[in-house]
C-alpha cells in the first residue's frame, strides 16, 4: 500500500466500531422473518426520526415474534474523504543479528607444519553462530582464573559446523583410504563451503577437518566426496582417517560428537606456554554486541599433543623367543614427513631420538 491508501483502510477501520458503539434491542412481528442477521434496515419512529441499524442477531420466539439485537450503521465510515497527506512510510524494525556465539577448542596435533611454535604448545580454536543467519562475529577471552577475562583475538569469519547425523564407523585400516565408512553431518553454519574435490586434492590437503568428540578427543579426517541429501544433510565419503597421528581417536565417536571444517581465515591458532601446560583455562565467545557475562564458558586443560611424537608403524619381529628377537619399525615425525626425492629414512624433527617398548606375557607367548 502507498500511505495514502493505508491511512483510508485505517480510519475505515477505526471510524467503523467507533459508531457501532451504540447498540439497540428490539421486538418485530413475524411478518419480518424475511430478515437475516448481516442485513441492513432503517427504523422510523413514531415521532418521525429515523436511523439506519444493521442486525447482529435474532431471536424467534413462540409466537413467532422477532428480538432483534442491532447496533448502528454509518454508510459515511466506508466512504472516507481524501486523504490530504500521506504521511510517513511504515518501516518494519528489523531485529539485529543474534551475537550468540559457539566456540570450539583443540588439543591436537599440528594441522600444518608451519604451525609449529619451537618453544611453547598451542590450540586451534574456531567460532561461530547457534545457527542464526548473519553472525556478526566475535572476540575470545581467557581467564586463568575463572573469574578474571582478557581479550585474547578476534573471529571475523564464521566457522563452518555441523552435527553428525549418525555416529561416523571405526576405520579398520586408518592408514588406507575408508571406503567402507561414511560420514553424514547437518551442516549448522557453512555447508555451501562442504566441496567435492579429486583424490589427488584430498591426498595434498584439501577438505581437512575435526571431527570432536564430548570428551575432547579430536579425529583429524579429510574427505573427497559430497553429497547432498534432499533432508539438507551431506554425506561425506572417500575418507582418509587418523591423519597427522590421530588415528588412535579413529573410533567411538557417536552422534553427540562436533565437525568442524578447518579453513584458513575460521580456524585460528591460540598459544599455550609451556608452562601452563595441564591447567584448566577458560575461554568465552562474547559475540559483537553481546556482553561478556552472557558468553558461555569453555574450560580446557591442554596436554600438549602439537609437541608429542608420532608413535612408530610397522613394528615386526624377527627371530624365535627364548632366543635373540630383533624387532624393527618405521618411525614418523610430526613435522617435514612429505616424501621428497621418492625414498630414504623418514626426517626427525625432535631433539633426541628414543622409544619406549612394552613386551606383553600371554599364555601363547609374548605379544608386543
Known amino acids: 500500500l502507498i500511505p495514502a491508501q493505508a491511512k483510508a483502510v485505517a480510519l475505515r477501520q477505526c471510524f467503523g466500531p467507533w459508531s457501532e458503539r451504540t447498540g439497540h434491542q428490539g421486538q418485530l412481528p413475524w411478518t419480518h422473518l424475511d430478515l437475516d442477521p448481516g442485513d441492513v434496515v432503517t427504523f422510523a419512529l413514531a415521532a418521525g426520526r429515523s436511523y439506519v441499524v444493521r442486525i447482529l442477531d435474532m431471536a424467534i420466539g413462540g409466537d413467532l415474534s422477532i428480538v432483534l439485537q442491532t447496533v448502528t450503521e454509518e454508510s459515511s465510515a466506508y466512504d472516507v474523504s481524501a486523504v490530504t497527506s500521506g504521511g510517513l512510510i511504515f518501516r518494519r524494525a528489523i531485529a539485529a543479528p543474534s ?22 604448545s598451542g590450540l586451534y580454536w574456531a567460532m561461530g553462530g547457534r545457527g542464526q543467519p548473519a553472525w556478526p562475529g566475535g572476540t575470545l577471552y581467557e581467564s ?3 573469574a578474571s577475562y582478557i581479550l585474547l583475538d578476534e573471529a571475523l569469519q564464521e ?5 553428525p547425523v549418525a555416529a561416523l564407523g571405526e576405520a579398520a585400516t586408518p592408514f588406507q583410504t575408508d571406503r567402507v565408512n ?17 583424490e589427488l586434492a584430498m591426498l595434498n590437503g584439501a577438505n581437512q577437518a575435526l571431527l570432536v568428540d564430548p570428551d575432547g578427543s579430536v579425529e583429524i579426517l579429510q574427505f573427497a566426496a559430497v553429497t547432498a541429501n534432499p533432508d539438507g544433510s551431506h554425506t561425506l565419503s572417500t575418507l582418509l582417517r587418523g591423519r597427522r597421528g590421530t588415528e588412535g581417536f579413529s573410533g567411538g565417536h557417536s552422534v553427540a560428537s562436533l565437525f568442524v571444517l578447518a579453513l584458513p581465515g575460521t580456524l585460528s591458532r591460540l598459544l599455550v606456554p609451556l608452562g601452563a601446560l595441564q591447567q584448566a583455562r577458560s575461554y568465552r565467545p562474547v559475540g559483537r554486541g553481546e556482553a561478556l557475562r552472557d558468553a558461555l564458558t569453555s574450560t580446557i586443560a591442554p596436554i600438549g599433543r602439537d609437541l608429542m611424537p608420532y608413535a612408530p608403524v610397522h613394528i615386526q619381529a624377527s627371530g624365535s623367543w627364548g632366543a635373540d628377537l630383533t624387532l624393527t619399525w618405521q618411525r614418523r615425525t610430526r613435522i617435514g614427513g612429505e616424501l621428497v626425492d621418492g625414498g630414504g629414512d623418514v626426517p626427525l624433527a625432535e631433539d633426541s631420538e628414543a622409544y619406549e617398548v612394552d613386551i606383553l606375557a600371554t599364555v601363547d607367548g609374548p605379544v608386543l
Open 99 to 120: 551475537a550468540a556465539s559457539r566456540l570450539v577448542l583443540a588439543d591436537v596435533p599440528l594441522l600444518n607444519d608451519g604451525d609449529d611454535a619451537k618453544l611453547s
Open 144 to 146: 586463568a582464573d575463572g
Open 159 to 163: 566457522m563452518a559446523w555441523g552435527l
Open 182 to 198: 561414511q560420514l553424514t553431518v547437518r551442516m549448522i553454519a557453512g555447508a555451501s563451503r562442504l566441496v567435492t574435490v579429486s
